[in-house]
């Protein structure tokens, strides 16, 4: 999946694939099969202030997904 650096607005995960979290240290969105395995791990590439964000292009509506934030 390729990931751009998004929008730092508005936060959350959103249908069309932006990512926007804050936090203060970079975050990761992690995705899953239906069998709970990980099968991805995508490190969110933009900053803005203390919002990390990207785009996953391809992200599709269900996804099972959560947020990991490094330290």
Partial sequence: MRVT???PEPLGVTPEGNVAVHALAPVSLCLFDGADTEVARLRLP???GQVFHGHVA???AGQRYGLRVEG
Wanted: proline residues 0%; glycine residues 34%.
């Fill in 5 to 7: 650096a998004g929008s």
């Fill in 58 to 60: 391809g992200l599709a």
């Fill in 46 to 48: 933009g900053r803005t």
